[in-house]
C-alpha cells in the first residue's frame, strides 16, 4: 500500500487547509486512518483518526472543533479539512493506514505511512 499525503502549505493564522491522502497498490475499504503529524524537535503525535466505515473518528484536544477527518473509500482517500489554524499548528503531516477497521491514537499500530506534506501557519 502507498499512500500519497498532499494539500500542505503556507497559510495566514486563521486560515484553512485541505489535506489529501491517496491510497493505491493492495488498499482495502477496511483499513482505518489516520493523521500524525510532527513540528520540529518534536515527536510526532496523533491528530485525528477515522475507521474504515467512516462512522466514527477521534481527535487530539489541541484540534477539536478546528480540524475534521472524512473518508471516500471509493476513491481511496482521506482528507483533513483544517480551520483556524494556528501557528502551533505548523509541522509536517503524515497519513498513514493500518490493517484493522478500528482506528488508534497510537503511531505504532499504524502499517503503512505517507511522505508527509508540510503545513507552515505564520502568525
Known amino acids: 500500500v502507498q499512500l500519497q499525503a498532499s494539500g500542505g502549505g503556507l497559510v495566514q493564522a486563521g486560515g484553512s487547509l485541505r489535506l489529501s491522502c491517496a491510497a493505491s497498490?493492495?488498499?482495502?475499504?477496511?483499513?482505518?486512518m489516520a493523521w500524525f503529524r510532527q513540528a520540529q524537535g518534536k515527536e510526532r503525535e496523533f491528530v485525528t483518526a477515522?475507521?474504515?466505515?467512516?462512522?466514527?473518528?477521534g481527535y487530539a484536544d489541541s484540534v477539536k472543533g478546528r480540524f475534521t477527518i472524512s473518508r471516500d473509500n471509493t476513491k481511496n482517500t482521506v482528507y483533513l479539512q483544517m480551520n483556524s489554524l494556528k501557528p502551533e499548528d505548523t509541522a509536517v503531516y503524515y497519513c498513514?493506514?493500518?490493517?484493522?477497521?478500528?482506528?488508534?491514537?497510537?503511531?505504532?499500530?499504524?502499517?503503512?505511512w505517507g511522505q508527509g506534506t508540510q503545513v507552515t501557519v505564520s502568525s
Open positions: 497498490g493492495r488498499t482495502s475499504s477496511s483499513s482505518a
Open positions: 498513514a493506514a493500518r490493517s484493522n477497521p478500528f482506528y488508534s491514537t497510537r503511531a505504532g499500530a499504524y502499517d503503512y
Open positions: 477515522i475507521t474504515w466505515s467512516g462512522g466514527n473518528t
